[in-house]
């Protein structure tokens, strides 16, 4: 009899593989070791025996499997995303580089960000659209620059802030291209390439997360 027992646990974050086909038994009343290098599975494997079943009660192994569910927590969803993304995280270099420019530019975004929700931006005046916008624009940027400091978040937080400065260059260069604000389409449409890029160089990051979400 097995206290515990897995016979070829798989299990995948999107396209990246946590657990491939591992097989282990554990007896009553022994203590187990479960040594592994950084990024094996480890976590993921002692996370699949906090996953409750729900059975039909039957002591008979093949009825068992008939009506079994798995139950996963808001808990256990988050925890896989960040699993996720850690395991998909870009090599060394291109990390340290994607943080080179994240750092900066985040702390630029919480001033930009701040600005408009303590009322500063003549151009929402101007754009006609009322002063929702300013504050609008104002929470996405704090947030955005939040979540470029965050590692799991990285990836999404600068797909986001791409789309804005989409908005933004969209805007400028229709609706204020007549008014001072209009040359600001040459540092939004720059500023939309880069986090544009910082996307794609954590794609897999965003792969992942949205993987492990929709389970």
Not at 33 to 40: L, Q, S, Y
């Amino acid at each position: 009899m097995h206290t515990i027992s897995f016979d070829r646990l798989t299990k995948r974050y999107g396209p990246v593989p946590a657990v491939d086909g591992l097989s282990f038994d554990v007896g009553p009343g022994r203590v187990t070791g479960f040594p592994g290098p950084d990024r094996a599975g480890k976590s993921t494997t002692m996370r699949a025996t906090r996953v409750a079943r729900l059975s039909t009660g039957s002591d008979d192994p093949m009825k068992q499997t008939t009506k079994e569910t798995a139950v996963i927590t808001p808990t256990a969803r988050v925890t896989a995303a960040r699993l996720a993304i850690r395991a998909a995280r870009p090599r060394r270099l291109t990390s340290l580089l994607l943080w080179a420019a994240q750092i900066p530019l985040a702390v630029a975004f919480v001033s930009f960000g701040l600005a408009k929700l303590t009322g500063q931006g003549q151009e929402f005046a101007d754009i006609g659209a009322g002063q929702w916008l300013r504050y609008f624009v104002g929470a996405v940027e704090l947030a955005g620059a939040i979540g470029l400091l965050t590692p799991w978040l990285a990836g999404l937080a600068a797909a986001g802030l791409a789309a804005d400065m989409a908005g933004a260059t969209i805007i400028n260069a229709t609706v204020l291209h007549h008014t001072t604000f209009g040359g600001m389409v040459w540092v939004t449409l720059p500023l939309c390439a880069v986090f544009a890029l910082l996307a794609y160089g954590r794609r897999q990051q965003i792969k992942g997360l949205w993987a492990a979400l929709r389970r």
